[in-house]
């Protein structure tokens, strides 16, 4: 039984209502089947003007390194029956340099229409400004994915077709090399290196670009590698089948490999640099119950076990200040109310940092982290987010209307990146699109090299978000990460697996596992 408004409520009453409204809404619409069918027609025929009207003829997306991010939006696309095609030949259009097979284009004259225009939108004001949930589902930037639209003569100069053959990866393997090497910029590159790492294969990660040379094809040629590459030296001690786990894993997630014959280098680091940093199978706790957000706890699980296929301790918060820590690598935090948390608990958490532990943190966890100086960065106070609204002039009848202005209840903001930091390693342009749902603020601190990324002057790019907010927010903190004795603090002021959607930045989490040793 439950108390409410209207008296005790019992569970079956609960389950009697949810009946009733579903037959009631069966009832209604045979009742109204032509109006129902009548709009349906008038709405197609709407949409036809719509299309007739609008200047815009297509959208183009622009691909990058990460092969299966863009494929997964292809696979978005098809799912909602939206028609596109892909370039077949370079082009350029709108700044954007556009790889044949590596770029779509969706045209506007189709039955989905409305839902194209929706994903692709950037539309900051609308006629209610009030949102509870969210105000922009840009698909592009929910991807991190660059794009533009498209005028009539501009998607004529594009050559396409319906269907490209996928790209599959090289992954054949030459006996007696010095080492194997994959690249971390495809979105299934973690799940390959969680893979091996709990097969007990000894990796490397690099930190910072290099030049090795690759056996391919009967040749040995020159290669170009990236900063975050993973390299498996084979004069380490290596599982005795290391060839076939490699191979088959590669093949099932489409990840290049290469065989690196040397060690040396012919530019940037050899490959027995200290600047390659053992990576070890990272053994995470992750804090969920009464008093942390249950759907980010849920949507950073989802990531960890369907995206990683790493099996994460989840521990009530209820039993952290009885809980041994010393086993874990990483103990993430996700929005949450952390007071229960008593101070020899607190102060076991920064002794493990400073033993090499790493502590992520999300959202309104690093207000809790900025009070007990894991961080340097000052969380503003709510009162002063107050303060920047004017109430003068406003009646009590204005109040829920200023309480929901003062919200951000999902919008794409933008943030200049660090490039160099590993927590950016695979990230390709210098700004990120970051997905918001929270006004809570943290200032930047006086340590530049913390700072990973930071939002632009004027970071709204989607979605609604009061002015007053805007200007705050601008300047300010997005991603930090400070080291600490061994380990590292890590902080994403925003939620970076929003609804399993936001893909575009899931990979800082991948990061934050598996490139933390590079954190210094």
Request: no cysteine; hydrophobic share 40%; proline share 3%.
């Amino acid at each position: 039984l439950q108390d409410s408004v209207n008296g005790v409520l019992s569970f079956p009453d609960t389950i009697q209502n949810q009946v009733t409204t579903s037959l009631s809404t069966f009832a209604g619409s045979v009742a109204n089947k032509n109006a129902i069918l009548a709009y349906q027609k008038q709405f197609y025929v709407d949409t036809k003007k719509l299309i007739a009207d609008d200047n815009i003829s297509a959208f183009v997306i622009q691909g990058n390194l990460d092969q299966s991010r863009f494929e997964r939006v292809q696979e978005i696309l098809s799912s909602h029956q939206i028609n596109f095609s892909i370039v077949v030949k370079n082009a350029k259009v709108d700044g954007l340099e556009l790889k044949a097979n590596n770029a779509l284009v969706v045209p506007a004259d189709q039955a989905q229409y409305r839902l194209i225009r929706s994903l692709f939108s950037e539309r900051q004001r609308f006629t209610d400004n009030t949102f509870y949930d969210v105000s922009n589902w840009n698909l592009p930037l929910a991807f991190n994915l660059n794009y533009s639209s498209l005028s009539k003569s501009e998607m004529r100069k594009l050559s396409t077709e319906k269907f490209v053959e996928r790209k599959i990866a090289k992954t054949t393997l030459t006996a007696n090399v010095y080492a194997y090497a994959f690249e971390w910029h495809d979105y299934n590159a973690p799940a390959l290196l969680q893979y091996l790492l709990s097969n007990e294969v000894q990796v490397r990660a690099a930190g910072a670009d290099f030049r090795a040379q690759v056996a391919a094809a009967g040749s040995i040629e020159s290669r170009d590698f990236a900063k975050g590459t993973i390299v498996i030296p084979m004069a380490l001690n290596q599982p005795a089948n290391l060839l076939d786990l490699l191979s088959m894993q590669a093949k099932k997630l489409n990840i290049n490999l290469y065989n690196v014959t040397s060690g040396l280098t012919s530019r940037g680091i050899d490959l027995g640099s200290s600047q390659f940093a053992p990576v070890t199978l990272p053994k995470v706790l992750l804090i969920g119950g009464k008093g942390t957000s249950e759907y980010e706890v849920g949507e950073i699980w989802h990531y960890f076990d369907t995206r990683l296929g790493l099996p994460a301790t989840l521990l009530d918060l209820s039993d952290l200040n009885d809980r041994d820590i010393s086993e874990y690598t990483h103990i993430v935090f996700a929005s949450g109310t952390y007071t229960s948390v008593n101070d020899d608990t607190a102060a076991g958490i920064k002794e493990w940092v400073k033993k090499g532990g790493i502590l992520i943190g999300q959202k309104s966890a690093l207000r809790w982290f900025s009070n007990k100086k894991w961080i340097d960065n000052e969380v503003i106070a709510k009162s002063k987010v107050d303060d920047a609204f004017s109430t003068e002039g406003l009646f009590f009848g204005d109040k829920d209307a200023l309480a929901a202005k003062k919200l951000i209840a999902g919008s794409v903001y933008r943030a200049d990146v660090d490039l160099s930091h590993p927590l950016m390693f695979s990230f390709e342009d210098n700004d990120l699109p970051l997905f918001k749902t929270s006004n809570m603020i943290m200032k930047p601190s006086n340590d530049s090299f913390n700072e990973v990324a930071t939002y632009q002057n004027e970071p709204l790019v989607a979605g609604y978000t009061a002015d007053e907010l805007q200007q705050l927010i601008g300047k300010t903190a997005a991603i930090v990460a400070k080291p600490l004795g061994k380990g590292v603090v890590i902080g994403f002021v925003d939620n970076i697996h929003f609804r399993g959607y936001w893909n575009g930045t899931s990979k800082l989490m991948a990061n934050s596992l598996y490139m933390s040793p590079l954190i210094k």
